[in-house]
């Protein structure tokens, strides 16, 4: 358990595993042989948002709850976990029911909600208006040349919900931002024009940070903050870089990507 | 002179200079006191594109025509500078005119005309249809928050088109490209949305490079490249960091971008 993040502690049943984020932090349950497990990308996720953060935060889509919860645990935010899944919004709430996560569980709830309603459907499911201080999301894709899902609740997941996908999300985040809410997500390189379109007349003050294996290899992921209503331009940050070699030729964490998932810093905005 | 990029070697006149690139490789004239004088963004753009280019290269808003230049320099390329100011199209052909270009200059040619015209008045003025490998393109900025232009030619140069100036131009650079002709661009990272919106439907395979003062700053261009035609995703390359520090803490160029000014590779697409 290297680094804590994504290995089973023994504390497993047949279908599911317990497991320790932020060097035992806090702790997640989630299906142990199926579905999206959470990982590097929810922790990266979380690390948008400042550790000083208070407030209302929205996980859209939010899994076993993950990135939202990480937020929770070394902020003061109050969390609300949205997740379309039934089975994996239970997860989430067992999660919060764990001894382990007592300290800031009070502060999280969870709602299991479809983030692409809209309108009215959307309030009645438990999405506020203008009410969050933070938006976080980490939407599923499944593009066409990814391997395909093995199985039901991972190709749940993963479902794209067509080209308009960030549209969707987007939108509805935007719907319950507060004025000057912040806007966080993580996404492959490939959604970086729909994204940014999405964004249009909704969030400004883009920051893009792109996320290298190492310092020679393309982006796999992008890390995307904006802010509600702002008119500011966009702005592209130094790349993280998540591996370097040692001393000895081993692959490792380099230690602003380690501070990052373990939850020790934040990516702070410009 | 320290990098033979865009000081005076003293070959001067009251109005303009004869300046060396690629470490006296090629030389350029340009006005010496006004205007918007060629460095280190017409490098990188020339950086773009390969040294084993042939056939056809357009550089569209040439100014003096550095970019092509260097690119016909270093390649077998037939280059063809279209540059709208009669006063800066004049400069380039005086460029081409230059003993020590005449290696070169035989494959170059000027033509004074305007990137945003469209339909039969721009074939009328010179830019032939499906006719080039390659298409590069340095965009005039001057958004609002920029430092004023200090003189009528640098205003011209610098000219905005409204919000639409990436469409216009990227659409005359998809007319006038071949079937897989590469778009090569330099630009703002704030234009990042409207190049990949003009981009939508003309060129795809976009790669995406950054180009960051030092490691620790936030990007002050963006390289952009694009297959006309190609459906691929977009790509997000490692950035190019233009400065460090040497031993002695003072700042130097990095080795990869020393290289890529002065011509001795070129960023290559992956």
Known sequence: MSFGMVEGDGMTSSSASIDAFHKGGFYLKQPKDM??????????????????ANGRLADLGAGAGAAGIAVAYRSE??????????????????????????????????????????????????????????????????????????????????????????????????AISKP?????????????????SACEGRFGGIEVTSVLPTQYDNAIRILV?????SKARLIIRPSLIMHEDDHDGAR????????????RTFLARS
């Open 252 to 263: 490792k964490y380099t230690k602003r990507a380690d501070d990052l998932i373990n939850g």
């Open 225 to 229: 903050t904006g802010i509600k209503g």
């Open 77 to 174: 935010v109050k969390a609300t976990l949205f997740e379309a899944s039934p089975i994996m919004a239970d997860y989430a709430r067992q999660t919060l029911e764990l001894d382990q996560n007592q300290n800031f569980a009070q502060r999280c709830d969870v709602i299991q909600a479809d983030v692409e309603l809209s309108g009215q459907a959307r309030v009645a499911s438990g999405f506020e208006d203008n009410a969050y201080e933070h938006v976080i999301m980490n939407p599923p894709f499944n593009e066409a040349g990814d391997r395909m899902a093995p199985d039901a609740l991972k190709a749940q997941a993963h479902a794209m919900s067509g080209d308009d996908l960030f549209e969707k999300w987007i939108k509805t985040a935007a």
């Open 35 to 52: 579905g999206h497990r959470a990982g590097i990308d929810a922790m990266l996720l979380a690390s948008l948002v400042s550790e000083q």
């Open 180 to 196: 000057q809410g912040q806007l966080s997500l993580i996404a492959r390189p490939s959604s970086l024009h729909k994204i940014l």
